[in-house]
């Protein structure tokens, strides 16, 4: 069955230790399972057999192949990347930058390893920058049929969608990686994951006034619902060329020339004359000999697409309104915080609109009170409905006789 390769890039170790895991639950050998990541602050000296930092620079040093997730991976070690610095690198990666290293240096370099690989050079850019920035690469080469599982897992631990990353960096003025550039300091990697984690914040909004006049915006909330497309990821194939021995048996045919003498003691006839003349008699001997040809046939179709559905969901939200209510005040409550001072007009336009309001109607006193006297308080805070609510009570029956 055809090999393919997955490939996944993640901002935190962690999240690439914990796929090694979940691959190793799910059966996958750890064989098939490669693994990069940044380590510039030195902080995966755990997988070391030693704790001596002269390996780092020395090249390729064996890690403790015991325990489980990225220490159980097999050809562990250390190299120097150029543009990167130091890295954490296991399975086939740690041959591949390894070959040829001197001092500590792969010098077949990232983007090599990776377009060997079949990854489009666009991408393996990409991928190499994202370990320069702190992050960790996990590939897995699998049967073509477990693919969209490595895929699945990945995903579900938060792989970085390498496209959208690699244009927000081209957006900010990068320009490709660079196997030139200094190595990115622990502080500034930090500080490159905060960008990927940090909210939009925004201002308050501006009020205005003018002079001799105060305005209150009337201001209602209307619910909108649009869509938006968002992405969650994807799925990237490689499918790459392997070959394996085969055996055939085929029967093949020979033929050998036999010369042979034999005594014979008989009289000459007249056929044995001819033997007095020259003659020359050739045999040829054959021998059949395989001939291979290879005839390339389709076996099998992996078809890559999209299954579109449409789903209908109910979006449930508040509104807010701004409720202005206008008073008019006699000369002598202007200014006055209650119900009024003494002549009772604001008591009669709290009992009139009382007698107006729709919620009411055919409701006795009896009945309405309590309401009454809960947006009494609303609107006047500070007085007492004890004091108010008789005349509230008798210009509210007073407009009801006039319905």
């Known amino acids: 069955m055809a090999k393919q390769t997955v490939i996944g890039l993640f901002d935190d170790h962690a999240s690439a230790e914990r796929v090694v895991n979940d691959l190793a639950a799910r059966g996958f050998d750890r064989s098939d399972i490669s693994l990069v990541a940044n380590d510039v602050s030195g902080k995966y000296k755990k997988y070391k057999g030693t704790d001596t930092a002269s390996e780092v620079g020395g090249g390729a040093a064996k890690g403790a ?91 579900s631990h938060g792989s970085v969608n390498v496209p959208e990353r690699g244009a927000q960096w081209r957006q900010s003025g990068w ?143 508040t509104v807010r309104k701004t409720d202005v209510q206008v008073e008019r005040l006699s000369p002598g409550q202007t200014g006055a915080s209650g119900a009024g001072a003494g002549d009772g007009f604001a008591v009669d336009t709290f009992a009139r609109e009382l007698a107006a309001d729709e919620r009411y109607r055919g409701r006795s006193w009896d009945m309405m009170e309590s309401d009454a006297r809960q947006s009494f308080e609303r609107r006047y805070p500070g007085n007492k409905w004890d004091q108010f609510k008789d005349a509230v009570r008798r210009g509210y029956d007073k407009v009801r006789e006039k319905v």
């Open 65 to 155: 192949a015991a325990g489980a997730g990225v220490g159980a991976l097999l050809g562990l070690g250390w190299l120097l990347i150029p543009g990167v610095g130091p890295v954490l690198t296991a399975g086939h990666f740690a041959a591949a930058l390894g070959i040829g290293a001197a001092a500590g240096a792969a010098t077949g370099g990232i983007i090599g390893a990776l377009t060997e690989m079949g990854v489009p050079d666009e991408e393996a850019q990409y991928y190499a920058e994202g370990i320069r920035r702190g992050g960790t690469l996990v590939s897995v080469t699998a049967d073509e049929r477990r693919s969209d599982e490595v895929v699945a897992i990945m995903r």
């Open 175 to 317: 320009t490709g990686f660079d196997e030139s550039a200094e190595p990115m300091t622990d502080r500034e990697i930090e500080a490159e994951r905060s960008r990927y984690s940090a909210g939009i914040a925004s201002g308050p909004a501006a009020g205005t006034a003018q002079s001799g006049q105060e305005a209150i915006p009337v201001v209602e909330e209307q619910l909108e619902v649009g869509k938006r497309a968002v992405e969650q990821g994807g799925v990237r194939v490689y499918s790459r060329v392997t070959e394996h021995p085969v055996q055939e048996s085929v029967n093949l045919r020979e033929e050998h020339v036999e010369v042979e003498r034999r005594p014979v003691n008989r009289p000459v006839t007249s056929t044995d004359q001819a033997a007095f003349q020259e003659r020359t008699i050739e045999a040829t001997e054959t021998v059949e000999k395989p001939v291979i040809s290879k005839t390339a046939r389709v076996t099998e179709e992996v078809v890559v697409g999209k299954d579109v559905r449409q789903r209908t969901e109910n979006v449930t939200d």
